[in-house]
């Protein structure tokens, strides 16, 4: 069994589905941080069978989250200070993303104006259909 | 300042005020003439569309304005590389209103978001065209008196049809709506309107055969089936003519049903149907440079 060490100031990712804590790190841009990361993949879960974890040692102000939602909703997110869990964050949709996927229509203006960011609406939550704002093809469709 | 990107950007409301003011133009065009004195309208066409270019450009002159622009985007600069947020915001320094028709979904869009003028959305590829949505919505309304009561027969090409959805998402704001949807199965209008009907609780039938539904329909919206639509000749010929309106076909029709097309017709309206007073496509092209009117009025803020 792998020991990593407990964090003092940060957030711990926890039930990420097995394989994906790579995308989530650099979703979060963690590489363009100064700070501690432990990526543990494949951990042992009751609940899951096998995910991963992130272990992320910054000020906890530092991290953009909305889009850990838009990734994976069930990803519990712990908030750690002086070692301790203070605070357990429920992830909710993001109603906007902006350059966290592309449009893939060749035919929407994103494919050809330079500089233009890649924004997605939340267009139906129940079914969490996210919709290119220039073009409306939809982006994620579970 | 607004702008005219969606055809559901206006509510029901604004859109009766809409056509209201159309139709207060249809009456009496001289009040109008001098209404856009010292304006110009930019029609920024990065492809070519005839027709929609020149009922666009036709609404500013009625109005008294002048109009300038490009029809296609080899003569613009955007044959050099220029971006869209670029082109209108140099554009916004020329002129009072754009007209923006691009091959790329959303780049009208793009403009607006940059734009120091109204922008119409004249057509983004496979997406939108609203002023199509509005001429047919006043088409509708102008010959039959209202929006609500309906029961409209949507023929042809209902799978890649834009100007088909785009009327059916207009219409589901109205009381009382029926929709008959003729089309062959390769063309069947998409999945995700029939969802949205059946959510919705709006009735809709779909059928292959004109014949069997002509006597209920109070309007008839035809498009074109193209033959690059089938995967083989063979359905393509033994499917052709079941789309083509003929005397015969409209012999099954009620006295007041309207025949509706946006334009241009290639075969699938014959020619012995033009002076059938049902007929009105040709009408509604006149319509569609009312609406242009009253909307560029109503995006210059010149409505009264």
Do not use: W
């Not at chain 2, 008839?220 to 000749?233: A, D, G, I, P, S």
């Amino acid at each position: 069994m792998l020991n990593i060490g407990k964090i003092e100031e940060g957030f711990v990712l926890d039930h990420i589905k097995a394989g994906k804590s790579m995308d989530i790190y650099e979703h979060l841009q963690l590489d363009k941080l100064d700070c501690t990361v432990a990526i543990i993949k494949n951990a042992k879960s009751n609940k899951m069978g096998k995910k991963d974890i992130l272990k992320v040692e910054c000020d906890i102000n530092q991290l953009d989250l909305d889009v850990l939602a838009f990734i994976d909703h069930n990803i519990t997110v712990n908030i750690i200070k002086d070692g301790e869990i203070v605070d357990k964050k429920d992830l909710v949709l993001p109603k906007m993303i902006k350059n966290v996927i592309r449009c893939k229509n060749p035919r929407c203006i994103t494919s050809i104006e330079q500089e233009l960011p890649h924004i997605f609406f939340l267009a139906d939550e129940e079914k969490e259909v996210y919709r290119c704002k220039y073009c409306e093809e939809k982006g994620r469709d579970h | 300042m607004r702008h005219l990107m969606s055809p559901l950007d206006f509510s029901v409301d604004e859109l009766n005020k809409l056509f209201d003011l159309a139709n207060d133009i249809e009456r009496n065009p001289a009040k109008y003439a001098h209404a856009c004195d010292g304006k110009i309208l930019a029609t920024c066409f990065y492809e070519p569309s005839t027709r929609t270019r020149l009922s666009f450009e036709s609404a500013m002159l009625r109005l008294g304005g002048k109009v300038l622009g490009f029809s296609d985007a080899a003569s613009s600069s955007a044959s050099k590389g220029e971006s869209v947020s670029d082109t209108i915001r140099v554009i916004s320094g020329y002129s009072d209103i754009c007209a923006m028709r691009h091959p790329k979904e959303g780049a009208p869009m793009v403009a607006a978001e940059k734009s120091f003028i109204p922008v119409i959305n004249a057509g983004d590829g496979g997406h939108h065209h609203p002023t199509q949505t509005l001429t047919d919505l006043l088409t509708i309304r102008s010959l039959k008196g209202s929006l609500d009561n309906i029961t409209i027969g949507l023929c042809g090409d209902l799978k890649f049809g834009r100007t088909v959805h785009s009327l059916i998402h207009a219409l589901v704001r109205y009381q009382n709506i029926k929709f008959v949807f003729i089309s062959p199965v390769e063309l069947k209008v998409p999945d995700y309107i029939t969802e949205m009907l059946r959510t919705k609780n709006i009735p809709f039938e779909e059928v292959i055969r004109l014949e069997d539904v002509m006597p209920n329909l109070d309007m008839l919206y035809m498009t074109r089936v193209q033959k690059e639509r089938f995967f083989n000749e063979e359905d393509y010929i033994r499917l052709k003519d079941f789309y083509i309106l003929d005397k015969a076909k409209m012999d099954l029709a009620k006295e007041d049903m309207l025949v509706l097309h946006p334009l241009p017709r290639v075969n699938e309206i014959s020619v012995e149907l033009d002076d059938d007073p049902r007929a009105v496509y040709f009408k509604q092209a006149r319509y569609g440079v009312y609406v242009r009117m009253a909307l560029i009025l109503t995006l210059l803020e010149l409505a009264q």
